[in-house]
């Protein structure tokens, strides 16, 4: 962005405004960058961790979206506005919430399978492959810092690629719980606890144990 065209860059006070500009938009694009980046991760988490479902989750973010706009739209006394967009373009409103909403789908449902990584990854791919593709049919020309940039991206994504391929693994999120021990005929192992000693399976706290009862590995 930073690397645009000096020809097409207005001189005194357009050119000094359109700068600005330029900078405040670099920095907003960071930031949106980096709380799509968190965001990715936490999510990644809710569901590893807590084990949110991705629809779940998405109904819950969107639930948030929506209430959100419609408090904005009643502080900025904008509803005959927006009630006026939906009459303009209702269906070209629904056709772009249709579309939004099968993109969120698949980004919900990859993150849950494939973690945040791979879901950036994916979105790096998109936004290369769209930028590429605006390039080559409207006939853009980049100068050499351009270039520059659109390789260091195209690089970067390759390598995040390639990093997560070679650690292996299978996809998706496990819950961590571990099988029972078997013995050599496939039984669980059976373990004894003293009727003095209040013990731990796993995150579960067993009451004290007046007799020597047997306790599986599963904790019942």
């Not at 979206?65 to 373009?89: P, W, Y």
């Amino acid at each position: 962005m930073g690397g645009g065209d000096s020809s097409s860059k207005k001189s005194g006070e357009d050119g000094e405004l359109s700068s600005s500009s330029q900078l405040i938009g670099i920095i907003l694009l960071f930031i949106s960058l980096c709380f799509d980046g968190g965001t990715g991760a936490y999510e990644d988490k809710l569901m590893a961790v807590h084990s949110v479902g991705p629809f779940d989750l998405m109904y819950n973010i969107q639930l948030g979206k929506t209430i959100i706009a419609g408090v904005s739209l009643l502080v900025l006394n904008q509803v005959h506005m927006f009630l006026q967009m939906c009459q303009e373009m209702g269906f070209v409103l629904v056709a772009l919430g249709l579309t939004g909403a099968m993109g969120q789908v698949f980004i919900f449902v990859t993150i849950s399978k494939f973690g945040a990584l791979t879901c950036s990854i994916i979105g790096l791919a998109r936004k290369v492959t769209t930028l590429v593709a605006s390039i080559y049919f409207y006939g853009h020309h980049l100068n050499s810092v351009q270039i520059g940039g659109l390789l260091i991206s195209v690089a970067a994504m390759v390598m995040n690629f390639v990093g997560k391929k070679g650690k292996g693994g299978p996809g998706g999120h496990g819950d961590g719980a571990t099988a029972p021990k078997k013995g050599p005929a496939g039984i669980p192992e059976v373990h004894y606890r003293d009727n003095a000693v209040q013990g731990k399976i796993g995150d579960v706290e067993l009451p004290l144990i007046n007799s020597m009862k047997p306790i599986t590995a599963g904790g019942r």
